[in-house]
């Protein structure tokens, strides 16, 4: 059943190749969508597709380093605790139910971690997140791994969407950059009418240090 979600994948050629991801500056891309959620993906076609390990996993990719192993890993799963609450209570939502104690919860999956940063009132797809950064060990047998991670979390529409992308501890600031461009290609299909959520910011004259939704400035956070 998860495999058959790749089938929906789509080729997409863009042209803004440079600017959007300077480490794979010269690759034409993908663009993904979950069949079942909505949700799309856009990622250079250098990038391949790995069978997903765990039953919330909707897609895993991976990308050709020198020994980096750059990772992003995409889980949605149905969440219908706060359904009874309205659009406008998003923010409140998002700080009960993805914050801090969420992320530890999340982390503890792993074996030794470092929650490093926290952020409340983030943007994912089209709407309100918690993003993290951390660090953590992997054990498999005599295998041993110790990555360092970018973290996001969105409850929207009764369903929790997580994007995770790690690499390697050395070479994860050489890749930190294409991790933010495809986390920002990331959106949700519709289903709530637009509203204000969060206080406005001149976000051009720093956009760089920031994550924005697909529709617009609102619900950023600074890190």
């Not at 990308?63 to 706060?82: F, H, L, T, W």
């Not at 969420?102 to 709407?127: A, C, H, P, Q, T």
């Not at 920002?184 to 709530?192: G, H, L, T």
Request: glycine share 8%.
């Amino acid at each position: 059943m998860k495999a058959s979600r790749y089938t929906d994948s789509m080729r997409l050629f863009l042209f803004l190749a440079l600017f959007l991801f300077p480490v794979s500056a010269q690759a034409d891309y993908f663009l993904w969508q979950d069949r079942e959620s909505g949700l799309t993906m856009t990622f250079p076609d250098t990038w391949e597709t790995q069978g997903n390990r765990h039953p919330d996993d909707v897609l895993r990719i991976s990308a050709p380093s020198n020994g980096e192993d750059p990772i992003c890993n995409v889980k949605i799963s149905d969440d219908k605790r706060y359904s009874i609450y309205p659009p406008e209570y998003g923010k409140a939502i998002q700080k009960e139910a993805v914050s801090i104690p969420f992320w530890k919860s999340y982390m503890g999956n792993y074996d030794e971690y470092i929650l490093d940063r926290v952020y409340d009132g983030g943007g994912l797809g089209r709407w309100i997140a918690s993003y993290a950064l951390g660090s953590y060990s992997l054990r498999d047998g005599t295998a041993f791994q110790q990555r360092r991670a970018i973290m996001f979390a969105s409850l929207y529409n009764n369903k929790l969407y997580i994007v995770e992308c790690s690499t390697l501890n050395h070479g994860y600031e050489r890749w930190d950059n294409d991790f933010r461009s495809i986390i920002k290609s990331i959106d949700f299909k519709k289903a709530y009418h637009n509203f204000s959520i969060g206080e406005y910011h001149d976000f051009l004259s720093d956009s760089d240090l920031y994550f924005w939704s697909q529709t617009g400035g609102e619900g950023t956070a600074k890190y």
